[in-house]
């Protein structure tokens, strides 16, 4: 069984930097990727950044390029996100997330994703 476990949100202010961890278990996870989502209140849930974990191949959304990084630890099983020059539109329960897809594009869909974390709250305040 997956498991997956998020931390390092937090509050910061804008302009700040937080890194974020997913430590993941229960699985080989050579043939997975990694995606990170967010969702505000009374919004729906949105594609950040994804990694295939073998390949190192990254993904991300428009809105989050040049500021967020997302890599992998192999020997840690961890996915982290670097994310800098926060914005307060960056304020979302950010959620780390697993699947066995092959093709990328089917990595900014949450659907395709059958393995979830708790989510860690990122507050950016202006």
């Known amino acids: 069984q997956v498991q997956l476990v998020e931390s390092g949100g937090g509050l910061v202010q804008a302009g700040g930097s937080l890194r974020l961890s997913c430590a993941a278990s229960g699985r080989t996870f050579s043939n997975y990727a990694m995606g990170w989502f967010r969702q505000a209140p009374g919004k729906e849930r949105e594609f950040v950044a994804a990694?295939?974990?073998?390949?190192?191949?990254?993904y991300y959304a428009d809105s989050v390029k040049g500021r967020f990084t997302i890599s992998r630890d192999n020997a840690k099983n961890t996915v982290y996100l670097q994310m800098n020059s926060l914005k307060p539109e960056d304020t979302a329960v950010y959620y780390c997330?697993?699947?066995?897809?092959?093709?990328?594009?089917?990595?900014?869909?949450?659907?395709?994703?059958?393995?979830w974390g708790q989510g860690t709250q990122v507050t950016v305040s202006s």
């Open positions: 997330a697993a699947t066995e897809a092959i093709y990328s594009r089917y990595y900014y869909t949450s659907s395709t994703y059958n393995d």
């Open positions: 990694i295939r974990w073998s390949f190192g191949s990254t």
